[in-house]
């Protein structure tokens, strides 16, 4: 089975964009990007877009590569203080010279719309998340689209990054699955993945993960985004090798991509919500 994170977005966009109009609200969401890296860029223009596409208004402020910390950090705060915005986005990578830890953690924890704030992720760690980081809550939406079980499954998670491999983790165990986290310094990586009933792969390796890595049945998750040996896109899997084991598998491009970015709005137009109840209470 193919897991279609494309569908699936389109689907959660669409419903978004009912409760959206439906709400009376008008979400704005601000991003924040530093530098020329083409990716980062492309991004920001894809999160902008699905704004227009579902009724959330966007503003977006372009720093140059030689920004400093302070330029950023006061970039943030006048997003912290506007009332007009819901949410804030500050691309990543950062460049070198910025302090991506200062950054993240000067943003408004209710505006907070990565779920990347140490609040948004203690509240996760804790298994009352206000926002979870978009990548890993996009997967558990796949899972649940798709009525895959978690509950009582061994998921192993590749990468411990702390914007996808760890909050992934969290995810996981808060919904009943037994969690194992492996990285560069695990032993017997292969033998840890060959037990996952859900394999879960952040390496950022091209077609990392082989046919002979999988158990038969699995369901795979490929978060990956590299170019092979031609430059073709693809995950950290070799999909056409592992598709022939899996029980399910997510594509490259197509998979968990669209999800990223459809959370991304989910995640706004909660914020919104939140505030609008908090302004209405303090009336």
Do not use: W
Not at 267 to 274: E, I
């Amino acid at each position: 089975m193919i897991l279609d994170g494309k569908a699936v977005s389109e689907k959660r966009l669409e419903l978004l964009k009912e409760k959206i109009d439906e709400s009376g609200l008008y979400p704005r969401l601000a991003t924040i990007i530093v530098g020329e890296d083409p990716g980062s860029k492309l991004y920001v223009r894809m999160k902008h877009r699905a704004c227009e596409r579902v009724g959330i208004g966007s503003v977006g402020i372009e720093l140059p590569e030689d920004a400093s910390t302070e330029r950023v950090l006061e970039a943030v705060a006048r997003l912290n203080n506007d009332p007009d915005i819901d949410g804030i986005l500050v691309q990543l990578p950062l460049p070198s010279g910025v302090d991506t830890t200062r950054i993240i953690d000067a943003v408004a924890p209710g505006k907070d719309v990565d779920g990347f704030h140490p609040y948004n992720l203690g509240r996760l760690l804790a298994g009352n998340p206000i926002f979870a980081p978009c990548t890993p809550q996009g997967i558990m939406t796949i899972l649940d689209e798709y009525r895959i079980p978690t509950e009582g499954q061994r998921a192993v998670v590749i990468g411990r990054s702390i914007d996808v491999g760890r909050p992934m983790a969290v995810l996981l165990l808060n919904a009943d699955a037994t969690v194992t986290i492996c990285h560069s310094k695990t032993k017997n990586l292969e033998d840890e993945m060959r037990g996952a009933d859900i394999l879960i792969s952040a390496v950022g390796k091209a077609k990392f993960v082989r046919p002979n890595m999988v158990k038969e049945g699995a369901t795979i998750i490929d978060v990956g985004i590299n170019y092979d040996e031609q430059g073709k896109l693809c995950g950290d899997v070799d999909f056409e090798g592992v598709r022939e084991r899996a029980g399910a598998i997510t594509p490259v491009p197509g998979g968990v991509g669209p999800m990223t970015i459809a959370t991304l709005m989910e995640n706004t137009f909660r914020a919104a919500r939140l505030r609008s109840c908090c302004n209405d209470t303090a009336r």
